[in-house]
C-alpha cells in the first residue's frame, strides 16, 4: 500500500528567520499545504531573494523542515479517500408522496373562529 502524498510548497529563508506575506520562514525551511497562499502572497514570495521556494509532494520533504501546517492536509485528504461519497435522499429514495390536497384545503378556507 502507498502513503499518501499532497502536493507541497517547502519554503526557506536564508536568515534565521524572515517574514514576508504574513508569515514567518526559517532556514530550516517549512512546508505549506497547495492553496495555502493567494496569488498575491505567492508572488511576494517568488520575488523575495531571501527565499527559496521548492514544489514536492509531502513523502519527499527532507528531514528538518516544519511540516506542522500540512499534518491537517494530510490527514483530510486520507479521509476524502477512505470515505466514498455519500448518497443524498433523493439518490438512495424516491421522495413521499404527502397529503398535499388536505393540506391545500385546510390553508384556503376562510374559518374565523366564530361560530354562527
Given amino acids: 500500500m502507498s502513503k499518501l502524498a499532497i502536493a507541497v510548497l517547502v519554503i526557506a529563508a536564508s536568515v534565521p528567520s524572515f517574514r514576508r506575506a504574513g508569515t514567518t520562514f526559517t532556514d530550516a525551511g517549512?512546508?505549506?499545504?497547495?492553496?495555502?497562499?493567494?496569488?498575491?502572497?505567492?508572488?511576494?514570495?517568488?520575488?523575495?531573494?531571501?527565499?527559496?521556494?521548492r514544489e514536492m509532494q509531502s513523502d519527499a520533504i527532507p528531514e528538518g523542515v516544519d511540516t506542522s501546517l500540512i499534518s491537517?492536509?494530510?490527514?483530510?485528504?486520507?479521509?476524502?479517500?477512505?470515505t466514498p461519497a455519500k448518497k443524498t435522499a433523493s439518490q438512495t429514495e424516491p421522495t413521499k408522496q404527502t397529503g398535499a390536497k388536505a393540506t391545500d384545503k385546510a390553508s384556503t378556507t376562510n374559518d374565523t373562529g366564530a361560530s354562527a
Avoid at 497547495?34 to 521556494?53: D, M, R
Avoid at 491537517?72 to 477512505?82: D, I, P, S
Fill in 30 to 53: 517549512k512546508a505549506f499545504p497547495e492553496g495555502y497562499f493567494t496569488e498575491e502572497q505567492l508572488n511576494a514570495i517568488h520575488k523575495e531573494k531571501k527565499l527559496s521556494v
Fill in 72 to 82: 491537517a492536509a494530510l490527514t483530510a485528504a486520507a479521509a476524502e479517500k477512505k
